[in-house]
């Protein structure tokens, strides 16, 4: 089959691997029909993310169609449209019994932090992804959904990571009727959130960013207020000012390990791996939310160190919420959502591309041309 293969920091390219096969009685091999690449991929991309092997594929948005099931799988049969969560769980450990399926404890031999995820590298498990013509779903009977007749194929494959986890930044920050929210980041998990955060009763949302057609797309997809951190000598005084210096009441971090960091977070985080990318948002958003308030943060960092303010978040008495997100448990309200009308995630995609050109479409991504906000895949059949 045809598959990305990662042969190291920005280097990237199609070639031929093996068919993936059932290995285990309860898995299922999907054609997949549609990816995409998300934000958190550049983690990869850039070399931010520890133990990213040279020969793996990324890729943990995807759906596709079953094509064969091992002999324990109950729940799907082949030709079946499914969606797939980008979580790997086995659905039974003490963690998945309480719906954290990010935390699973038997997915993942490096399972005292995050479980299992599809491409991201031998710190999630080691799984190949679904930026290929074929992927092998562990754990089939419980991790993916079948595909609802009326969902279009657009929405299904965002909804397997980008919007539930900016549903669920907006979830963490438990907004309350009137609230100002401040989004920090305009990709697509920003957008989502900044959209969820009016869904959960929010009075008033803000997005930061410095790419104006990202903001032009959370003013028009989000209906946010929009503002340029590169017009202002300092964002966190801005976001002070237009809180009545009291700042706001949650400030979700989308931009996680990418933020632009200084040259020295550069360098400990590319290329001696001393940290986990820059902490530049994550220290934004506890500066910029008021006391007592709440950060939430579902942008992705390095499971390694990163220089935070904690001592600020210690005394202005704030909570802290963050984690991967446990997909599965966001679709039945993300569902009513769409099929309601009220969401429509594939708004934001602007680039569909065949999986050949994956690398230009990572450049592209990566170096944020032709305001490349959101870019679906599409495996051509062999």
Known sequence: MKAMVYRGPYKIRVEEKPMPKIEHPNDAIVRVTTAAICGSDLHLYHGLMPDTRVGTTFGHEFIGVVEEVGPSVQNLTRGDRVMVPFNVYCGSCYFCARG???????????????????????????????????????????GPAIIPDWMDSEDAVLLTDAVATGYFGAQLGDIVEGDTVVVLGAGPVGLYAAKSAWLMGAGRVLVVDHLEYRLEKARTFAHAETFNFAEYDDIVVEMKKTTDFLGADVVIDAVGAEADGNFLQQVTGTKLKLQGGSPIALNWAIDAVRKGGTVSVVGAYGPIFSAVKFGDALNKGLTLRMNQTPVKRQWPRLFDHIRNGYLKPNDIVTHRIPLEEIAEGYHMFSAKLDNCIKTLVIPTPS
Not at 100 to 112: F, G, K, R
């Open 100 to 142: 954290l399926y990010s935390n699973c404890h038997n997915v993942n031999p490096n399972a005292t932090a995050v479980g299992g995820i599809y491409g991201y590298s031998h710190t999630t498990g080691g799984y190949d992804g679904g930026q290929a013509e074929f992927v092998r779903v562990p754990f089939a009977d419980v």
